[in-house]
């Protein structure tokens, strides 16, 4: 079974600055996908970025963007110029054959003004 | 779009009572999840179901719990009867599967739910 591990409960940083949040995965399968979702204080899970594990380019989406190393089984997620409203949990989540998203135990991020 | 559409949002109940929570995936959409989430297990996949069918219940925790998906734009999760244990928010996803470009879920807001 893949499992994804966020090995940071919580990450600290001030704003306008940069924060990496780390995740790894587990699996023996070559083609999968690899998402980091946002979930703020509402609950709400909001998708930040995805990464398809056949590209090699890492995903960028604005201040957001992903260092995947496939080898490594690696995925963190950079946020630069960080705001307060990036305050939140983050879940890292790995889509392979099966059709349902394995997430990792979150890391909470907090941003200091 | 409107998005995931789930109610309620929050629901409380005595232990014993039964529960349905109920989903609306986005249009155009043939793919369905159930996830819950708690402090303890995290988030974890309940079940899901691919045009209307279910596909994979395994997460599902035990006989307790039941999922319906009667047609594309409506899907029902019962608890019944319910526990405290079952405390938890539970999310329904949905996403168009078919390929490549079409692997994202989109999540709806949740159920909160308090046995007592």
């Known amino acids: 079974a893949q499992t994804v591990t966020q090995s940071q409960p919580e990450m600290s940083v001030q704003e306008a600055e940069t924060v990496t949040l780390s995740c790894t995965y587990d699996?023996?399968?070559?083609?999968?996908?690899l998402f980091w979702y946002k979930q703020p204080p509402s609950r709400q899970m909001i998708l930040v970025i995805r990464?398809?594990?056949?590209?090699?380019q890492n995903a960028t989406e604005n201040r957001f963007s992903v260092n995947f190393q496939k080898a490594a089984k690696s995925f963190s997620l950079k946020i630069s110029d960080s705001q307060l409203g990036d305050a939140a949990m983050y879940f890292c989540a790995y889509l392979g054959g099966a059709d349902g998203l394995t997430f990792g135990k979150g890391t909470h991020l907090i941003i200091q003004p | 779009d409107a998005g995931v559409i789930q109610s309620p949002r929050h629901e409380v109940t005595e232990m014993g009572q039964e529960v349905t929570l109920r989903c609306k995936p986005i249009?155009?959409?043939?793919?369905l999840f159930w996830y819950r989430q708690t402090m303890m297990r995290g988030l974890e996949l309940l079940i899901y179901f691919n045009n209307n069918v279910p596909i994979d219940d395994s997460g599902m925790p035990e006989d307790r719990f039941s999922a319906k998906m009667p047609n594309a734009s409506f899907s029902t999760l019962k608890i019944q009867p319910s526990e405290p244990r079952d405390s938890a928010v539970y999310f329904c996803?949905?996403?168009?599967?078919?390929?490549?470009?079409?692997?994202?879920?989109?999540f709806g807001p949740g159920t909160r739910l308090l046995v007592l």
């Open positions: 996803a949905s996403r168009r599967t078919g390929g490549r470009l079409q692997e994202t879920q989109y």
């Open positions: 990464q398809e594990a056949y590209k090699q």
């Open positions: 249009s155009g959409h043939n793919s």
């Open positions: 699996t023996s399968e070559s083609d999968y996908y």
